[in-house]
């Protein structure tokens, strides 16, 4: 077996994968990929963020055609084996299987890097194939062309991974990334060898250059195409079915259900299916705790990144993304693709192609609280995000003073926050305050799960903070009133018992044992004046 022709490598990968206590079969993909063999819609490109199972997939389907059959008795177990045509299919194809991930050693310069490719993969071809009488002088694809032309029978399935990795690296050049694209396109388009062309990335090919050398690729993303999206990520189904397996394994479980919910869903499919971050849910049901698994791949990973381009155009959106908020926004995949981001909508697309922020319905949004942890840090960090940074610097000190019941304090930082020099200061509407009190709160999420508008009670509750690092602290129920008194928040917590959040189901006891504290603030528009009040409405347990 070769380097890059029916390699060990994917083969090797997959069965360690298959072998993980929290495997999910997506072999089913298979079926529609062999349904394209071979015919006009054989050049297919998928486009995810990174962390969502492109490369297990990439080492699936390069598993599963190639003549390198020490997979097959996975396969065997696996739902493609339902397909009558799986035995004709299963190992029978020569497979050319390329990460493009993998540089030279101390490589310098796009020449090292693709010389490396192309050295190895001529390597493979003349020892798979001797009575082709291959010249190595030769290009690649003209030594391709030349196998082909016995029978026309020697076509090959290439499977290419990460194709837009060197676009990220800082010896890469302009005029590189176009020699990379005539090389992809002088490999791949329009060669009667190819039977089919699977590649995977993050960024899309569709708008990368003007030319057409990547044109023959019907591309799927998942803010575009509903196609194939059940392939990539976990869906709910298959989520309930690793936590089932999760709760038989585990003597000791600490993660819920509903924590990786909370903490990994919140991508959507073009129909708007749930889709959970698979690599930190395998990761927390490993560890047999929810946490931040997220972690930086480098500088096009950093959220702040992005937000630098044009901090003005962005912040206050970030502001209300951080509280829970969807902003509306004009997605476009293919603004990534330069990193020359200048507008709001350059700025988010990229976010979104990366997986910071998730697209729906013409909203981007922070999906879930392992994103939120990231934006949280940044607010906290950059001075230069301004009248954000100075709400979020204050948040420490809030959470004291709800804490200690200085009602005064709250108010008086409530009063601190009206008079920065914030756009959201409006309060045209409760909306408005609630994503001021999230920037003054957000500290609390450090100990703290935050929820806006959770069901507690006969009603809907502004925020719930339940204490996640000591279920014995005090819990915090917050409502806010606009040109209400604060007694009257506080009579809503009370009148509709939201305390409830927290008697335990019935016939256990109760998860949070501490004291549960009602805190009511209210803005009157006319005096420009903020005020609270904080009562205790359970004792702690015992």
Request: glycine fraction near 4%; proline fraction near 3%.
């Amino acid at each position: 077996m070769g380097f890059y022709l029916n390699s060990n490598n994917p083969v090797d990968s997959y069965i360690r994968e298959y072998n993980s206590p929290y495997f999910v079969d997506k072999s089913i993909l298979l079926g529609d990929l062999t349904d394209r063999i071979s015919t006009s819609v054989n050049y297919i490109c998928i486009t995810r963020p990174r962390r969502f199972g492109k490369s297990v997939t990439a080492n699936m389907i390069s598993a599963y055609f190639s003549r390198n059959m020490r997979a097959k008795e996975v396969f065997d177990r696996l739902r493609i084996s339902e397909r009558p045509d799986y035995h004709d299919n299963c190992g029978q194809y020569d497979v050319i299987s390329v990460s493009f991930n993998e540089v030279p050693e101390r490589c310098r310069e796009y020449g090292q890097y693709i010389s490396r490719i192309e050295r190895k993969l001529k390597k493979d071809l003349i020892r798979q194939f001797p009575e082709a009488d291959i010249d190595p002088e030769d290009a690649v694809w003209d030594i391709l062309r030349d196998i082909n032309a016995g029978d026309g029978r020697n076509q090959f399935i290439f499977v290419l991974d990460e194709w837009d990795f060197i676009f990220h690296r800082d010896f890469i050049t302009e005029e590189d990334k176009k020699d990379f694209l005539i090389f992809l396109s002088n490999l791949l388009k329009d060669k009667a060898y190819v039977a089919l062309a699977y590649m995977t990335g993050i960024l899309p090919i569709s708008k990368y250059s003007s030319g057409s050398e990547l044109n023959m690729f019907a591309e799927y993303t998942m803010a575009s195409e509903e196609k194939y999206s059940e392939s990539f990520g976990f869906t709910d189904q298959e989520v309930d079915e690793l936590y089932a397996r999760y709760l038989k394994n585990q003597p000791n479980p600490l993660v819920s259900r509903e924590g990786l919910r909370d903490w990994y869903d919140g991508y959507h499919t073009k129909a708007g299916g749930r889709v959970y971050n698979p690599r930190s849910v395998v990761l927390s049901l490993v560890n047999n705790n929810l946490g931040n698994y997220w972690s930086s791949s480098g500088p096009y990973d950093e959220i702040y990144y992005y937000v630098s381009h044009n901090v003005a155009a962005v912040r206050d959106d970030l502001a209300q993304m951080t509280a829970g908020l969807a902003v509306p926004a004009h997605i476009q995949e293919y603004a990534a693709v330069s990193m020359n981001l200048t507008t709001k909508d350059e700025i988010f697309s990229a976010m979104v192609v990366y997986g910071f922020l998730s697209y729906e319905k013409g909203c981007v949004s922070i999906p879930n609280k392992e994103l939120t942890d990231q934006f949280c840090r940044m607010l906290l960090k950059e001075p230069s995000l301004g009248y954000v940074h100075q709400l979020a610097a204050v948040s420490s000190r809030m959470l004291k003073a709800i804490l200690a019941q200085d009602a005064d304090t709250v108010a008086e930082i409530m009063e601190y926050a009206h008079n920065t020099e914030s756009p959201l200061l409006h309060y045209n509407s409760e909306s408005e305050l609630t994503v001021l009190v999230s920037l003054v709160c957000l500290s609390a999420r450090d100990t703290y799960r935050v929820e806006r508008e959770d069901k507690a009670g006969i009603g809907y509750v502004d925020f719930i903070f339940y204490p996640e690092t000591d279920h014995r602290a005090d819990a915090i129920i917050l409502e806010l009133k606009v040109d209400h008194k604060a007694d009257d928040a506080l009579r809503q917590i009370k009148d509709r018992n939201y305390v409830l959040k927290f008697s335990g189901k019935l016939g256990k006891k109760p998860e949070y044992t501490g004291r549960v504290l009602g805190v009511g603030i209210s803005y009157d528009r006319k005096t420009k004046k903020h005020t609270c009040k904080i009562e205790v409405l359970r004792d702690a347990l015992h």
